[in-house]
């Protein structure tokens, strides 16, 4: 029996990664023509075309499919074993960390954990990324470093995942607002125009069913897609926001805040990384100072 070429696995990962020979070529160092020769190859050895032409691009076929997290999985851990151990001088340490962050992370977490990173490892540095969808993909082709968020169903189950604080959402208007003088009962707080965060675009929320269940409806005059943009519109206007409490509170400097008078759910904020990066000394440090940063 032959023994497989194994150099194949890293061009299959690049090739199911970009889904495009020229782009593939690129990363790997190729001309277009060896990387189609690879596809070749790969397409003799696993019996399957795994890309074929749509239009004017390429699609994988669902063996491809099915190889793409497997192969990328081997890939890591490959590159993990031939990694040399070494240990951490954060005094010398020079790498670039990225994080994909839940909305608000940034204005609330950001300059601690920026002053923390740089007081111990002047040589980081971070770049923090929007967070448009709770798609594992990222951390697992390494485009992201560490993630922060809801854990949702989309995450990926071999994802690491540590819970860094609990949040409750409570009711936000702007400083000389109704809503900003006497008790909030449901009644005054369904009477009011509301502005709804919502990343899918959906009209409804938890909030919504705990209203219903008094037989309250509130007034949803528009919806954004984040904490951001849903406080702004608030402190300039008589719309009602609805934010987690302690991921909002940089934000929502100068504004009244109060408590929902429904029962809304708790949501917990965690950090997800992928399971190869859990050894590496760097990112164990970039760890601890999220969680640090967000215990403090």
């Known amino acids: 029996m032959s023994r497989p070429d194994l150099n194949l696995l890293l061009t299959l990962d690049v090739l199911l990664t970009e ?22 190859r790969l397409r003799e050895t696993t019996g399957d075309p795994l890309l074929v032409r ?5 699609v994988p076929t669902p063996r491809a499919q099915e190889l793409r997290e497997q192969v990328n999985r081997l890939v890591q851990e490959a590159q993990g074993v031939l990694r040399p151990a070494e ?3 954060l005094s010398r340490l020079s ?23 740089r007081r111990e490892a002047p040589g980081v540095r971070l770049r923090f990324v929007q967070k448009p969808d709770k798609d594992s993909a990222a951390l697992r082709d390494g485009s992201v470093d560490l993630e922060t968020g809801v854990i949702g169903a989309a995450s990926s189950p071999e994802i690491r995942t540590r819970a860094l604080f609990r949040d409750r959402f409570i009711g936000v208007v702007r400083a000389d607002h109704p809503l900003a003088r006497g008790k909030v009962t449901a009644a005054r707080y369904a009477a009011g125009q509301h502005v ?18 008094q037989g309250l409806t509130r007034d949803i005059a528009v919806i954004v897609a984040g904490f951001a943009d849903a406080l ?46 859990d050894a590496d000394p760097a990112h164990r440090w970039l760890r601890e100072c999220v969680r640090q940063v967000c215990a403090d």
């Open 19 to 40: 889904g495009n020979v020229a782009r593939a070529a690129r990363r790997l160092h190729l001309s277009p023509s060896a990387m189609s020769r690879a596809l070749a």
């Open 54 to 58: 749509a239009g004017r691009g390429l």
């Open 87 to 89: 240990l951490l001088d």
């Open 95 to 117: 790498r670039h960390f990225t994080l994909r962050t839940s909305d608000g992370f940034v204005e609330c977490f950001g300059p601690a954990l920026i002053a923390l990173t």
């Open 196 to 213: 709804l965060v919502s990343r899918r675009g959906l009209d409804k929320g938890p909030i919504d069913t705990a209203l219903q269940a």
């Open 232 to 277: 702004a519109l608030a402190r300039g206007s008589d719309l009602i926001a609805s934010v987690p409490e302690r991921h909002t509170a940089n934000l929502r400097a100068g504004m009244h805040g109060f408590a929902l008078p429904v029962q809304a759910p708790a949501i917990t904020i965690s950090m997800l990384w992928h399971p190869r990066m």
